[in-house]
Nanobody, 120 residues
Framework: QVQLVESGGGLVQSGGSLRLSCAASGRTYQIITMAWYRQAPGKERELVARISSGGDTNYGDSANGRFTISRDNAKNTMYLEMNNLKPADTAVYYC??????????????WGQGTQVTVSS
């Protein structure tokens, strides 16, 4: 199994910055891609950013050039640098990992989430 633990959330003023971390443990050799999702109250969970084991990245519309995803494979940790935060970024941010558990099978794991609140 792989466990994911997020940290770095909190309360920040509009225009401020936060850096989220997601530390993976367990069978980390199974991890293919890692991603950040977020879910605001009353809304569906949405992709923020995704990064492959090779460092290829793609971003959801919400990132809008303000967020940067990165990954330290040696530390089994993924990061999300968020700048120029807005109240609309307020959400619970979840870490996600896709795992190659066999030649043909992949599964997903989720962290418990970390709250980000941006005040106006």
């Amino acid at each position: 199994q792989v466990q994911l633990v997020e940290s770095g959330g909190g309360l920040v003023q509009s225009g401020g910055s936060l850096r989220l971390s997601c530390a993976a443990s367990g069978r980390t050799y199974q991890i293919i891609t890692m991603a950040w999702y977020r879910q605001a109250p009353g809304k569906e969970r949405e992709l923020v950013a995704r990064i492959s084991s090779g460092g290829d990245t793609n971003y959801g519309d919400s990132a809008n050039g303000r967020f940067t995803i990165s990954r330290d494979n040696a530390k089994n940790t993924m990061y999300l640098e968020m700048n120029n935060l807005k109240p609309a970024d307020t959400a619970v941010y979840y870490c996600n990992a896709q795992l190659q558990v066999s030649i043909e099978a992949t599964i997903e794991r989720w962290g418990q989430g970390t709250q980000v609140t941006v005040s106006s």
